[in-house]
């Protein structure tokens, strides 16, 4: 089973910027042939597709809101997933999770969450 610990979160103020971070253990194989996501969900909200990555990190993909202002990228090496966030709105507000993506979609592939790091945007 791979483990997935997401840090970097924290408090900003609107057009500051935060980098989190996807660290995943437990199967470096898995980790280095699986395309990755970060999702977010506000409260009451449904959890949403953020950015995703493939294996290779020579596609990346974007959900529309946050296009142009974030960048995923990965270090297999590491087995780390980062999420740099740039001129960051209130609406981003949200607890951030990674989590695999499966084949030919933006749908989370395991079944289990992290613990997910708070990002709150306000003045």
């Known amino acids: 089973q791979v483990q997935l610990v997401e840090s970097g979160g924290g408090l900003v103020q609107p057009g500051g910027s935060l980098r989190l971070s996807c660290a995943a253990s437990g199967s470096g194989r898995t980790f280095r042939s699986t395309d990755m996501g970060w999702f977010r969900q506000a409260p009451g909200k449904d959890r949403e597709f953020v950015a995703g990555?493939?294996?290779?990190?020579?596609?990346?993909n974007y959900g529309d809101s946050v296009k142009g202002r974030f960048t995923i990228s990965r270090d297999n090496a590491k087995n780390t997933v980062d999420l740099q966030m740039n001129s960051l709105k209130p609406e981003d507000t949200a607890v951030y999770y990674c989590?695999?993506?499966?084949?030919?979609?933006?749908?989370?592939?395991?079944?289990?969450w992290g613990q997910g790091t708070q990002v709150t945007v306000s003045s």
């Open positions: 989590n695999a993506l499966k084949a030919g979609s933006h749908l989370p592939h395991y079944n289990y």
């Open positions: 990555i493939s294996w290779s990190g020579g596609v990346r």
